[in-house]
């Protein structure tokens, strides 16, 4: 799994127009048709909890993410999380992210 790792690129992803949104997290993409690297970045404020509560909400993401890589398209990922997540059980919150990624036909 690569991640994004520098401001820049996630400045880049962030003012892409390729976004969804629900009550649990945002999913921004950016396509990059140049190369065969699919990277993905977390976002998770200071708002949402403590280290232990934000660091179990990145593990969850990351799972789900993992679960996915193979059928998405090549580009950049952010998933922003949002105030409540951590009280969200990982069936809905994974069953949501692959909404996400239909809405945006981002399955190859």
Known sequence: ???L?????????YKSQTRWHNSHFILFFKENPH???????FSVSKKVG????R?????RLRSI??????????????????IGLDKVEY???????KHALMRLNLVV
């Not at 790792?5 to 992803?13: A, E, G, H, I």
């Not at 660091?55 to 593990?59: F, G, P, Q, S, T």
């Not at 993992?66 to 950049?76: A, P, Q």
Request: with cysteine; proline share 0%.
């Open 1 to 3: 799994m690569v991640t």
């Open 5 to 13: 790792n520098t401001k820049k690129d996630f400045d880049n992803v």
């Open 35 to 41: 190369t065969t690297a699919k990277r993905i970045g």
């Open 50 to 53: 403590n280290a232990v509560c």
């Open 55 to 59: 660091n179990l909400i990145k593990r």
């Open 65 to 82: 993410y993992r679960e996915s890589i193979l059928n998405l398209k090549n580009g950049d990922m952010i998933l922003l999380a949002k």
């Open 91 to 97: 069936k809905i919150l994974r069953d949501n992210y």
